[in-house]
Every structure is written in C-alpha cells, then in structure tokens.
C-alpha cells in the first residue's frame, strides 16, 4: 500500500459540512421552484441540529477527555472544532440572508407572508386573541428564575422565551423568567384568509405579544427567544438479552432529552449579560453561542410546503409506476420464479414490496416471513402484515433494530406491538447496528420448499421510499435463499458465521471483499488489463479503503465516485489520485443507493448493498451486499443507474483538490442534462410504452374475432 500523508485526506467533519452547504446551494438556486427552496433551507437547519446533537458532541467530549491523538487528516479535536465553528458561522450566516433577502420576499410575492402581530388589522387581532386564549394560554406555564426558582431544565431543541420584567408595584428590581414554546402546538399559525393568500404568525411572537397576560403585576422589559442543543449520543454497553438492550435504549431516550449542552442560539437583540448569563448556566463558552436573525426553529416551516396549494411553487409531481415486470401480476411468487426482478425507487413503486408482503400474509403456502426492520415510518401496512401473517399461523420473525438513531422510540412501539400479536421479535446483537434490509418468505410449492428473498439498499418505510433513490431485488435464487436463512440465524444468535455463497455480510466479510476488489483492479491495470473502478453511496471514510483506492489510482485504474454526503478521499492528488473522480448530486430526491462496479477485465462485476464504505458500515453494523448476476438486470445497473448518473451536468458537484465542490461551467453545445429527471421520464415513458403496448394487443384481439366467420 502507498504511504499517504494527512494532506491527503479531508477532514470527516469538515467534509459533511460542505455536504450541508450543498443543500444550501440548492435553497439558493434561483431555478429551484420557491418552496424547494423553502424544503432545503429547513433540511439545512434540521441537519445542523444533528451535527451538534453528534458529531460536535463527540468531539467536546474528546477535547474534555485530553485526547491527544490526530485523526487521519492530521488535526486534533480541538483544531476540528475551531474549523467546525469556523465554517458553520459562514453556512448559517449565509442560510439566514437567504431566508431574509431572498425566500420572504418571494413568497410575500406569491401571497405567502409571515405577519408580525402588532401590523395585524383589528379583525385580524381579534381572531389571533380568540386563537391564544382558547388554544394557546392553556397551555402554557411562565417559569420565574429568583432563588426559590432555579433555573429551569430546558430540553433539548425546544423553543423557549427568556423574558426581562418589573415588578409594577413595590420594590422595582428586575426579575428573569422563562416560558416554553409548546411543543404540542403548531409553530405556525395560519390566518384565516379568503383567495390564495396565506398568511402566518410564528408561535413564538404570539406568545411574546400576550407576555403580559401571563405575568401580571409586571412590566415586560424584554423577551427573546432562545434554543439550546444537547449532546443526543445514546447507548452504554448492555448485557447479553434483549431486555438489557430495550431497557437501555428506552432509558437513554429520556437522557437525550437533558444530555450536555453543545450550542445556544438566541435571537438577534438578546442583550449581552443575558447570553452571558445563559453561556454560564448551560456551561458553554462564547463559541458556542449563535445570534439568530431569523427563526430559531426553522424546520417548523417545512409545514408551508405541504398541502394542495401552490402546485406552480413546487417540483412537477410524480406518482411513480409499478415497476414493467410486475404490471398485472396478480401472484408475486410467479412473477419472481420468472427470473430476478430489480426495482429502482422512488422511480418505480414501493407498493410492490408492501403488495409482496400482503400476499405472503395471505398464502396459505406461505410457512414462514423473516424481516428486518430498521426505520418503518409511520405507515402501518408493513407492520399490520406481519401481524396478519402471524394470526394465520405462520411462524413471524421481525428483527427490529432499536438504536436506528432518532426513530428509537417509534420502534420501541412498533416492537411491542408485533410482540403483542404474537410475532418473535428480535432487537439486534449486542454491539452491533442491524442495518441490512431483508425480507424472506418461504413457500411450500410442489417442487418442495421454495424462499423468497427481497433485498434493498433502503428502509422498510412507504415514506422515504418516494423521497430516498434506493435498489431493490426480488429473487427466488436457491444460493440467495441459503444466504438470507443463515443471515437471519445469525441476527436471532442461533449460529455462527461460516461464509455465504452470494451475500457478502458485514462485519465479517465485506471490507476484506471490497479491498481484494480494488487490489484486483489494480492488478489488472498493472498488467495492461481493462481497469475501472465505479462506486456511488453516501459516504466514503474508511482509512484503509482510501488508501488502496489511492494504489489502484497510481497504477492507472480509472476510478468515478458519487458520494453524496462525506468524502474524506482528495481527488486530483499528482501522483496519489489524479485517476479518481467525485461527483456529489443534490437534487429532488436524496441519493440513497449503494452501488459498486468493478471491471475484472471485461468480465464486470456489479454489487449493491446496504453499507458505504465507513469503520462503522465495516465493523460495527450487521450490513448486506449482494452482487447482480442476471445479465440484463446488470446492464441496467451499469448503463441507467450508473451511466445516466455521472452523466448529470445540472446538480452534479465536483470534488476539488481542495475539499470544495464547483458544478464546472457548462460548455456551448452540450445540452444541460439532470440525472433526476431522466430517471423519472424513463420511468413515465415505459409505463407509457408498456400501455400502448397492451392496448395495441387488446386491438389485434379485436380485429382477429371480428375475422371470424359467422355461424
């Protein structure tokens, strides 16, 4: 292996928040329609949130652990913080002129407007005070902060107003309170209006404009809003058992709630003792304290984006077809004995996976259902045929992963639930994430017992699966089959693992698989063999991958990446990777499938699977990757999924040497070309193609009976 040096990889950090800064580029886009931009701009904020919630915490608890070692990059914690702090000041400070100077004055422009409450007109006031006295003031509760209140717990992202008042009467001496948005409430309240306009007052201004209600006897001298973010980390090591583990995770939950501070945001005008005093009781230093100039929670505002107004403000919708080879097939299992069948989403439909799952419910062939289940969304159908095929007697195993960070609690319930009805229920392995995605039927046919295998790069989820890009694959293969039942023994801790003919599993044999791969292609480039290296996935961190990517560069292999998220890989390096490409798309949906091509010498090999290529995918998660061996089902992968992909010159960013990210200027004659947007018209025109196709038939049938002699 090559010998590297720190400058040249990109700090893991650094790398995700150019990522973010991407999502804002696209909030930015004059051409992105109105209220995507009004989307990206709230997915920067809730992101950020997570970087501070994760990856900033873990970082202050280093710097508080004296940990001296450097990451591979070459900076200590303390220099990863400094240049956290450094760019995110830029990012937010850029996020908020956009909401100011360019996303309120649009929308104001459309008849979408955000009101202050004092510029209300009477009629307008006097609906606002029926609003807050029958809906709001219940439920709040002014907290006082003098010695015989101390300063309230404020929870992690909840939205408070810290209040400066005076007594009226007797001694005049300035007093602090707080009062806590409700989190039960909507942050946005709308007005009724009459045509198309719409117009909002913000939660948190509402309450500050009834403060004196709440605080009689009192001069309201002041209030801001203000937002604390915690360390949101969870898991210490458990016991062997399932109970250790759900006890753990639901005990943690609560501890996310209150866990360290790591930022303060406050709005803009918040005086400076008060911020002092604030930095003081959360034990934070002035570094980690953000004036906002804008609205502190802005992910509230997604909710403007919903609804059936303003369709000419949005993407062109698409309701995405069933997928051409299952168009009328009414019985899914003789579909898949056909041959393999590939499903790309969110451009073909995921109701085909949930009609898979009902249909197995419903056999009475069907002996046995084993899934795993990772962030399920909040649509029951899923769930409800899992339970369905258990009250039909079949034997129902969900291996249901309770450390899916963030969806912790919604899958404690759904757990319970399948518990309850009688499903088995498995929370995992000990020291390791399930974050592979399988679904094993097994059938009793005539042939003898026959399995069923769904396996995919994305969730079990109806609502991610028409936003996130993912791969699925239906497949009845014997050598698949053996593979899924010996995966799922080894996720219910009934054996050991002892190789897989088709699935290549972590933590026990991918990263060994995926570094032979490359040293293979370097090989082949090395002896004047066709060489070519083509990967896309969310993230690329692991040291010892960069590394052989790296050789394989040296030696000539030709290597495309598209990562959408981090890249600690420098593209562009003379003599380390001037071979290798970055791409990063951002666009309508998220780019969400994992796919890996290796030349082999004109022998391709294709792989999709359900890790990118990080320590923790390797090495701490139970992941699949499977190869696509059907011919034809591989050329789609290489010349649609792949091919159209790196031919985007629209959203497709481009890793500089630099670890920033430039979309190159587009030359004269080369027509502009959105990857995105290909794939839906593909997947418009073969529903098209397949039902001119069908009623030409029904035609021909026609015209052959009306052929017929009459008697």
Request: net charge positive; charged share 25%.
């Amino acid at each position: 292996m090559i010998e590297t040096k720190p400058e040249h990889f990109i700090n893991r950090e650094l790398s995700w928040l150019e990522f973010n800064q991407r999502v804002l580029d696209e909030a930015l886009n004059p051409e992105t329609p109105l209220l995507e931009r009004v989307k990206f701009f709230c997915i920067v904020s809730s992101n950020l949130d997570e970087f501070f919630e994760v990856r900033v915490a873990g970082i202050k608890q280093q710097i508080e652990s004296s940990v001296v070692e450097r990451s591979v990059d070459g900076l200590t914690a303390t220099e990863t913080l400094s240049a956290c702090s450094a760019k995110i000041r830029k990012l937010v400070q850029r996020q908020y002129d956009c909401w100011r100077k360019e996303l309120v004055p649009e929308l104001e422009r459309t008849g979408i407007r955000f009101r202050q409450v004092s510029k209300l007109s009477k009629t307008e006031q006097a609906w606002l005070n029926t609003y807050y006295h029958d809906h709001v003031h219940p439920v709040l509760t002014p907290l006082a902060i003098d010695p015989a209140h101390p300063f309230p717990l404020l929870l992690n992202k909840s939205l408070n107003i810290i209040v400066r008042l005076q007594a009226e009467k007797g001694k005049k001496k300035e007093r602090m309170a707080v009062v806590q948005v409700p989190s039960i409430l909507s942050r946005l309240i709308k007005l009724p209006q009459k045509g198309k306009s719409q117009d909002y007052v913000l939660l948190g201004e509402l309450i500050g404009r009834y403060l004196p209600d709440l605080f009689t006897g009192n001069q309201i001298l002041g209030w801001w809003l203000i937002r604390v973010t915690r360390n949101s980390e969870l898991y210490s090591d458990v016991e062997d058992d399932k109970l250790s583990l759900l006890k753990t995770v639901e005990s943690q939950l609560h501890k996310r709630r209150k866990g360290a501070a790591v930022r303060l945001e406050v709005s803009k005008g918040c005086p400076a003792d008060i911020r002092e005093n604030l930095l003081a009781k959360f034990t934070l230093s002035p570094s980690d304290l953000y004036v906002i100039d804008g609205p502190l929670s802005p992910s509230s505002l997604m909710s403007i984006c919903f609804g059936d107004h303003s369709p000419e403000l949005r993407d062109k919708p698409f309701v995405a077809p069933i997928a051409p080879s299952l168009v009328d097939k009414k019985d899914l299992f003789a579909a898949i004995r056909e041959g393999d069948i590939l499903l790309h989403h969110p451009y073909e439909s995921f109701e085909s996976i949930i009609d898979f799952l009902q249909q197995a419910a419903a056999d009475p062939d069907v002996l046995a259902i084993k899934q795993t289940l990772y962030r399920t969304g909040s649509d029951t159908r899923i769930v409800n045929a899992l339970m369905a095929a258990t009250k039909a007697g079949k034997q129902v195993t969900a291996v249901v992963e309770l450390r899916a960070r963030f969806d912790e609690a919604n899958n404690i319930e759904w757990a319970r639930r399948l518990e309850e009805a009688g499903v088995h229920v498995v929370y995992g392995l000990v020291g390791y994430k399930i974050h592979c995605k399988a679904c094993l039927v097994v059938r009793n046919e005539k042939e003898g017992i026959r399995r069923y295998l769904h396996l995919s790069t994305g969730n079990y989820n109806s609502s991610t699966s028409r936003l996130y890009t993912d791969i699925g694959l239906l497949t009845c293969d014997p050598n698949f089959g053996e593979d899924a039942t010996n995966l799922f023994n080894i996720l219910t801790g009934i054996c050991q693992f002892h190789g897989m003919r088709r699935i290549i599993p972590a933590p026990f044999e991918l990263h060994k698989k995926v570094v032979e791969l490359i040293r293979r292609e370097r090989t082949n480039a090395e002896r004047g063999l066709p060489s070519r290296i083509i990967a896309r996935m969310n993230s690329l961190v692991d040291e010892e991958v960069i590394r052989e990517l790296y050789s394989a560069s040296q030696a000539g292999v030709k290597i495309q990446l598209l990562i959408r998220g981090i890249c600690c890989l420098r593209p562009g390096i003379p003599g380390i990777s001037e071979n290798i490409s970055v791409i990063s798309i951002i666009d309508r949906f998220l780019e969400h499938s994992r796919i890996f091509y290796f030349e082999n010498a004109c022998q391709p090999e294709v792989f999709v699977g359900s890790a990118d290529w990080m320590p923790r995918n390797f090495f701490r998660r139970i992941e699949s990757c499977f190869p696509i061996l059907d011919g034809s089902l591989k050329d789609r992968v290489i010349n649609e999924f792949l091919a159209l992909s790196f031919k985007d010159n629209v959203k497709a960013r481009h890793l500089q040497q630099d670890g920033s990210y430039l979309i190159p200027a587009l030359p004269p004659k080369l027509k502009p070309y959105r990857s995105q947007e290909a794939f839906i018209d593909l997947a418009i025109k073969a529903a098209g193609d397949l039902k001119n196709l069908k009623s030409q038939k029904r035609q021909k049938k026609k015209l052959s009976l009306r052929s017929l002699p009459r008697d």
